[in-house]
């Protein structure tokens, strides 16, 4: 058979080797890829290997996105919908921008398929889980100033993480560290240069503030049209299986751009939320503006005092202390101004993008709220005053009029209900409030019993999207409701008797945190789940981070400003919570509470069979788990509220199922009907 002529030799051979090299150099190795071979290489302690594939790792992954940015946008101009508008050219356009955006990645980091990755990994990198590796390998490396710039880094996303605060604390006693090694390697320039202009700020370095200030606006728009050129990647549509092609075309296309435009309009939401935090920084884009009218007032710089006080009027239409300055202003001057313009056109497109929005939800039978962005009670946090043109002088209101929501009741010590029940420690004995230990709320059998149900039960990521490792990557969580273990019971799949225990110890437990607090009203399951942690082999040797981070259960816990914001997505209606553990033959997994800083631990409990620890669930009990580094910790987790409005609805309906039970049982006593052949 004939294969043919071998490729000349010379000239020919060295272009095909040019070409080979040039398509392989214009392929970007996955992060994904990368980040798996550093963490391997970190467990078999080749740390010179780990440093190199983990800082290839967020190159690529900084590269990625940065072109996915530079793509869209250069489609987006080389294709712009004119004015001559129809059917055809709307879907020319489109059309050409995909092919645009394809040609574009794949010529800078090859086909876009290699850097698919999966969710764990996404989540990975937004906790800045690579630099924890990154800061141990530099350390065996002895580089501790590289070392510390990587701790810094991961500590600004996880301020929570204890262990990673003290190492940060020995870092700077060595020697051969400074200040300056303690860097953000993620920063974001706009919040940079906004917390640098206050610091000026701060020290009345007005010319200074105000030129970081104007850095800080340039940025943020900037990062703004990238935060929304990633907005057109892939969405996920929750009960719309589109695939199938029984939409039509306009209602795909409407779906799709509704949840694109959500995640446009959120990139306010973004941009003013520093790294590790839930909750934006409040009132953060107006207050540029707030500040720069009152530095360029400082420096005798009117007209551009106005205009700053116009433009934040544009956030706040009518606010009466930056009214009464405009009007200073207007009066000294003898003249008007204008807001800026850059700012008046970002918020008439937030506007229409709400409108939108609105009807787009409508026709995707989804709810949708409209946040408000820019609460108007975060201002300035100072004591200057400037003349006004009504009594003289301008008050300015703090960054935070919220605080900690204590607990309604501030009582303990009632009765323990059951017999045998032990009190360890109290309050005062766990260096808290609303706290309790409490031992023999269960007996040993009952643990061996609920530990055997958990095995037949509990399913990986359940209560968190099906995420197996959603605290940490070095455990497995799994988990399971009193309803679905009932369910379990009824197809036969597990000893009913069991399913009922569960049901009975939570119900227990709830009976005795009620009556120790000495509560007025009833208290209400909000959520009851039974709960293994189970270390990962292999994954444990170098760890210092926590099972489950500290936090707090009804609001947002925020470090830095020693505030915990009772607002969503917290919990808000929680009231009391407790943990009943069902073993201790395990390594770590203490239970803690800490300060409100999130790293002084105020108190220890190490688990055990039948021990409970309950507490209000408010910002006055931060806590958190260490690591569990061998074996499996299980428990029985319980969050109670006083409004029955919350209630949890799984559990009124594991109550019908265990009245339906009684119920047939007593038919099957006079009968002889086998219960679970009626079902």
């Given at each position: 058979?004939?294969?043919?002529?071998?490729?000349?030799?010379?000239?020919?051979?060295?272009?095909?080797?040019?070409?080979?090299?040039?398509?392989?150099?214009?392929?970007?190795?996955?992060?994904?890829?990368?980040?798996?071979?550093?963490?391997?290489?970190?467990?078999?302690?080749?740390?010179?290997?780990?440093?190199?594939?983990?800082?290839?790792?967020?190159?690529?992954?900084?590269?990625?996105?940065?072109?996915?940015?530079?793509?869209?946008?250069r489609c987006q101009d080389q294709h712009?919908?004119?004015?001559?508008?129809?059917?055809?050219?709307?879907?020319?356009?489109?059309?050409?921008?995909?092919?645009?955006?394809?040609?574009?990645?794949?010529?800078?980091?090859?086909?876009?398929?290699?850097?698919?990755?999966?969710?764990?990994?996404?989540?990975?990198?937004?906790?800045?889980?690579?630099?924890?590796?990154?800061?141990?390998?530099?350390?065996?490396?002895?580089?501790?100033?590289?070392?510390?710039?990587?701790?810094?880094?991961?500590?600004?996303?996880?301020?929570?993480?204890?262990?990673?605060?003290?190492?940060?604390?020995?870092?700077?006693?060595?020697?051969?560290?400074?200040?300056?090694?303690?860097?953000?390697?993620?920063?974001?320039?706009?919040?940079?240069?906004?917390?640098?202009?206050?610091?000026?700020?701060?020290?009345?370095?007005?010319?200074?503030?105000?030129?970081?200030?104007?850095?800080?606006?340039?940025?943020?728009?900037?990062?703004?049209?990238?935060?929304?050129?990633?907005?057109?990647?892939?969405?996920?549509?929750?009960?719309?299986?589109?695939?199938?092609?029984?939409?039509?075309?306009?209602?795909?296309?409407?779906?799709?751009?509704?949840?694109?435009?959500?995640?446009?309009?959120?990139?306010?939401?973004?941009?003013?939320?520093?790294?590790?935090?839930?909750?934006?920084?409040?009132?953060?884009?107006?207050?540029?503006?707030?500040?720069?009218?009152?530095?360029?007032?400082?420096?005798?710089?009117?007209?551009?005092?106005?205009?700053?006080?116009?433009?934040?009027?544009?956030?706040?239409?009518?606010?009466?202390?930056?009214?009464?300055?405009?009007?200073?202003?207007?009066?000294?001057?003898?003249?008007?101004?204008?807001?800026?313009?850059?700012?008046?056109?970002?918020?008439?497109?937030?506007?229409?993008?709400?409108?939108?929005?609105?009807?787009?939800?409508?026709?995707?039978?989804?709810?949708?709220?409209?946040?408000?962005?820019?609460?108007?009670?975060?201002?300035?946090?100072?004591?200057?005053?400037?003349?006004?043109?009504?009594?003289?002088?301008?008050?300015?209101?703090?960054?935070?009029?919220?605080?900690?929501?204590?607990?309604?009741?501030?009582?303990?010590?009632?009765?323990?209900?059951?017999?045998?029940?032990?009190?360890?420690?109290?309050?005062?004995?766990?260096?808290?409030?609303?706290r309790v230990l409490l031992d023999h709320?269960?007996?040993?059998?009952?643990?061996?019993?609920?530990?055997?149900?958990?095995?037949?039960?509990?399913?990986?990521?359940?209560?968190?999207?099906?995420?197996?490792?959603?605290?940490?990557?070095?455990?497995?969580?799994?988990?399971?409701?009193?309803?679905?273990?009932?369910?379990?019971?009824?197809?036969?799949?597990?000893?009913?008797?069991?399913?009922?225990?569960?049901?009975?110890?939570?119900?227990?437990?709830?009976?005795?945190?009620?009556?120790?607090?000495?509560?007025?009203?009833?208290?209400?399951?909000?959520?009851?789940?039974?709960?293994?942690?189970?270390?990962?082999?292999?994954?444990q040797d170098h760890r210092n981070d926590?099972?489950?981070?500290?936090?707090?259960?009804?609001?947002?816990?925020?470090?830095?400003?020693?505030?915990?914001?009772?607002?969503?997505?917290?919990?808000?209606?929680?009231?009391?919570?407790?943990?009943?553990?069902?073993?201790?033959?395990?390594?770590?997994?203490?239970?803690?509470?800490?300060?409100?800083?999130?790293?002084?631990?105020?108190?220890?409990?190490?688990?055990?069979?039948?021990?409970?620890?309950?507490?209000?669930?408010?910002?006055?009990?931060?806590?958190?788990?260490?690591?569990?580094?061998?074996?499996?910790?299980?428990?029985?987790?319980?969050?109670?509220?006083?409004?029955?409005?919350?209630?949890?609805?799984?559990?009124?309906?594991?109550?019908?199922?265990?009245?339906?039970?009684?119920?047939?049982?007593?038919?099957?006593?006079?009968?002889?009907?086998?219960?679970?052949?009626?079902?």
């Open positions: 058979m004939d294969h043919g002529k071998p490729p000349a030799a010379g000239l020919s051979s060295v272009v095909v080797l040019s070409a080979v090299l040039a398509c392989a150099a214009a392929v970007l190795q996955p992060h994904d890829l990368l980040y798996d071979n550093a963490v391997r290489a970190f467990y078999n302690s080749d740390y010179e290997e780990t440093v190199r594939a983990m800082e290839g790792a967020l190159r690529s992954h900084s590269q990625l996105r940065s072109t996915k940015v530079r793509c869209r946008l712009p919908f004119d004015g001559t508008f129809s059917d055809l050219r709307f879907f020319d356009v489109v059309l050409r921008r995909s092919a645009c955006l394809d040609k574009c990645m794949e010529d800078k980091v090859g086909a876009q398929s290699l850097h698919k990755v999966s969710e764990d990994v996404v989540q990975d990198f937004t906790r800045r889980i690579p630099y924890n590796f990154l800061q141990l390998a530099y350390q065996k490396l002895k580089q501790p100033e590289k070392a510390a710039a990587a701790a810094h880094t991961y500590f600004q996303a996880n301020p929570e993480h204890v262990e990673m605060g003290q190492n940060l604390e020995q870092y700077k006693d060595l020697e051969g560290v400074r200040e300056q090694h303690f860097v953000d390697r993620e920063v974001r320039p706009h919040q940079r240069s906004f917390m640098d202009a206050v610091r000026l700020y701060d020290k009345d370095d007005y010319e200074g503030a105000i030129s970081l200030f104007e850095e800080a606006l340039v940025e943020y728009f900037k990062a703004d049209v990238a935060c929304r050129a990633l907005c057109q990647g892939p969405q996920k549509f929750e009960d719309h299986d589109h695939l199938s092609y029984r939409y039509s075309l306009l209602e795909v296309v409407s779906d799709h751009f509704t949840q694109v435009l959500h995640c446009e309009h959120e990139c306010v939401r973004d941009l003013a939320t520093r790294p590790g935090r839930l909750s934006p920084m409040e009132n953060y884009l107006p207050l540029h503006y707030d500040y720069l009218q009152f530095a360029y007032f400082k420096v005798d710089r009117l007209e551009d005092a106005l205009q700053s006080a116009l433009t934040y009027l544009l956030f706040h239409d009518g606010e009466e202390f930056m009214t009464e300055n405009v009007v200073f202003y207007r009066e000294v001057l003898g003249q008007d101004g204008e807001p800026r313009e850059d700012a008046a056109r970002y918020l008439r497109r937030h506007k229409q993008e709400l409108e939108l929005l609105l009807i787009g939800s409508q026709i995707m039978g989804a709810d949708f709220t409209e946040a408000n962005y820019w609460s108007s009670t975060g201002g300035r946090n100072d004591l200057n005053r400037i003349p006004s043109s009504t009594d003289g002088w301008m008050e300015y209101v703090p960054i935070s009029g919220k605080k900690i929501a204590a607990p309604q009741q501030l009582k303990e010590g009632g009765p323990l209900v059951f017999e045998g029940v032990q009190l360890v420690q109290n309050s005062g004995d766990l260096n808290g409030t609303q709320i269960i007996s040993e059998q009952d643990c061996a019993e609920l530990r055997s149900l958990a095995q037949a039960v509990t399913m990986a990521g359940d209560g968190y999207k099906g995420r197996t490792s959603p605290h940490t990557p070095n455990e497995k969580f799994e988990g399971a409701t009193v309803l679905k273990t009932l369910q379990y019971g009824y197809e036969g799949r597990v000893p009913m008797k069991s399913a009922r225990l569960f049901y009975n110890v939570s119900e227990r437990a709830r009976r005795i945190i009620e009556s120790y607090f000495m509560l007025n009203s009833t208290l209400h399951f909000s959520y009851t789940h039974l709960v293994c942690r189970t270390a990962i082999t292999g994954q926590l099972s489950h981070p500290i936090h707090a259960d009804n609001c947002l816990l925020d470090p830095d400003a020693h505030e915990c914001w009772k607002e969503p997505p917290a919990y808000t209606y929680r009231d009391y919570s407790a943990l009943l553990y069902l073993n201790g033959d395990f390594d770590g997994g203490e239970f803690i509470f800490t300060k409100i800083d999130a790293k002084t631990v105020t108190a220890s409990v190490k688990p055990k069979c039948g021990r409970m620890v309950g507490f209000s669930s408010g910002g006055e009990n931060p806590h958190g788990v260490k690591a569990v580094t061998s074996g499996q910790r299980c428990a029985v987790a319980l969050w109670f509220t006083l409004d029955p409005l919350f209630r949890e609805l799984e559990r009124l309906q594991a109550d019908e199922v265990i009245q339906a039970l009684d119920k047939q049982s007593v038919l099957s006593q006079s009968f002889s009907i086998n219960p679970r052949d009626e079902l």
